[in-house]
């Protein structure tokens, strides 16, 4: 199907419609890190300060990025380093900006080798909920009459089982595999039609039933309660960084999706949707994990075990505790996989354009390459957890495959990613192409170019400086 009034001579492969952009970038927005990561990051850092400070850069800073990124994407109407370099050169400048973008694609390939780990870990909760399921009927709590100890210790048994962290890896990527390598309009529109639809209706179901049956009050003072000497350098770097893995910037994914979008579109519209849509549902999953791990009186301490082991040992104590986790995995499962397909397509359209391979080959190169990467982050938790090859940078001490491929992407190569695309907008492009891109116009054009130029640089480079240097220097 032709890109919607795609101005190319051949029809290439686009979204079909206005909302099927919207829903595949709402897809790729909404995923493991609004309702893993988010809560997670949310409770290691204090709560309250993170939460408050994490909705101001995706105002101030997301938003306009977002729409940057998508404006190279549509204008260039190619993979992300292509498009960069098309824009650099109409106006004029060196074409080696496309470097920016072929950082980006190498963060979305990094990123995609973790992401399906994860993604491979709520394949074995969906199997662990099914199991109880069928084991204990629908109307009692989960796991009846097992200590809490017995559920807690599922994934570190799961960690421990290499061979099974590597099949769930394959197992997810695969699926990831499939639908990248049918192309955008069957492949990833596709998953975003169906399954984007079915992840809210299920999402608002369990929200409310959270609300109702869990500590809501308590959930709701913990996480917007601000207490300004919370908010420390290194919260501020990990809300920053939380914000771009969220809204998929900083690693050329929007710019991918961005190609594929028709001229009729209004883009900043577009990106406010898409940035409203994936805050809503950040804050929504925290009001839907955190009441129910404090009804069972947990400690909201984040971390990667919150919803792996917080949340399936407060299902337990709840009326369908069984029937409710299982559609919780699920529902994650859906917002995952529309989040991978943007993950991999970003690094298969940068192959396919440049290796001038198929769109299947392209995808099961990248594919491949991301699954080797992965088995390392894998087995990181628990087999190769002495292997800490970065071990040496203060940034990376004591860390394993997979929290290196993490930092390395939220912490570095996203906000790098985004000065770079936020300069290349501000000062680089040509101001007539970049307006004639934006759909904004007035008083509102005027801010967005302020906090692109000005703003956005800035704040990344300070925040940069008091997140990352502290670590580097090992204070
Ligand atoms: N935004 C996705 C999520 O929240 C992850 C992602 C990051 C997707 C970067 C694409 C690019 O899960």
Redo the contacts with the bound molecule.
């Keep these: 199907m032709a890109a919607t009034g795609s101005s190319g001579a051949k029809a290439r492969d686009g979204w079909s419609s206005r909302s099927a952009f919207i829903l595949a970038a709402v897809g ?11 809560p997670a990051e949310a409770g290691a850092n204090g709560g309250g300060a993170f939460v408050l400070f994490y909705i101001f850069c995706v105002a101030l800073i997301g938003l306009p990025i977002l729409l940057s990124e998508t404006l190279i994407g549509r204008h260039g109407q190619s993979s992300a380093p292509e498009s960069v370099r098309r824009i650099a050169k109409e106006s004029g400048k060196s074409s080696h900006w496309d470097t920016l973008a072929s950082f980006g694609v190498l ?2 390939f990094l ?1 995609l080798s973790f ?1 399906c780990v994860v993604g491979g870990w709520v394949l074995y909760y969906i199997g662990v909920f099914a199991q109880d399921l069928f084991s204990t009927g629908v109307t009692g709590g989960a796991f009846e009459g097992r200590p809490a100890g017995d559920i807690e210790a599922l994934l570190p048994s799961l960690f421990g089982n290499g061979g099974l962290m590597v099949g769930l890896h394959i197992a997810f990527i695969a699926i990831t595999f499939y639908f990248v390598s049918r192309g955008v309009s069957s492949g990833i529109e596709w998953v975003a039609t169906w399954l984007m639809p079915a992840f809210f209706v299920l999402f608002l179901l369990i929200t409310i039933y959270g609300a109702f049956t869990g500590a809501f009050s308590e959930a709701l003072s913990y996480l917007f309660t601000f207490d300004a000497s919370k908010l420390t350098g290194a919260v501020m770097l990990a809300a920053v960084g939380q914000a ?8 050329a ?2 710019m991918t999706y961005g190609a594929y979008v028709g001229r009729d579109v209004n883009l900043a519209g577009t990106s406010g949707i898409i940035a409203g849509a ?1 805050t809503a549902v950040a804050l929504l999953a925290g009001l839907c994990i955190f009441p129910i791990v404090f009804a069972a009186g947990l400690e909201p301490n984040g971390g990667p075990g919150l919803m792996f082991q917080s949340l399936p040992i407060g299902f337990q104590s709840m009326p369908f505790g069984s029937v409710v986790g299982l559609l919780f995995f699920v529902m994650v499962f859906f ?2 996989l529309t ?2 397909v ?2 991999m397509e ?1 690094p298969t359209a940068w192959l396919k354009d440049k290796a001038k391979v198929t769109r299947p080959m392209a995808t099961l190169i990248v594919t491949v390459a991301a699954l080797l990467l992965g088995i390392l982050a894998a087995l990181s938790f628990n087999d190769l957890s002495d292997f800490q090859p970065f071990g040496f940078i203060p940034l990376f001490e004591g860390q394993g495959m997979f929290d290196v491929l993490d930092t390395v ?1 939220s912490k570095v190569l ?1 906000p790098i990613g985004a000065i770079m695309t936020a300069l290349f907008v501000g000062w680089v492009a040509e101001r007539r192409l970049i307006d004639s891109e934006n759909g904004l116009s007035g008083g509102l054009e005027k801010v967005w170019l302020f906090l692109v130029r000005w703003l956005c640089p800035l704040a990344l480079i300070t925040i940069l400086i008091v997140g990352i240097f502290p670590s580097i220097l090992g204070e």
């Design positions: 790729s927005a909404v995923g493991l890190g609004n309702m893993w990561r988010f963060g979305a990123v992401y771009f893995f969220s809204l998929s910037l900083g690693v994914g929007m994936d917002a995952a989040s991978s943007s993950l970003a992407t996203m």
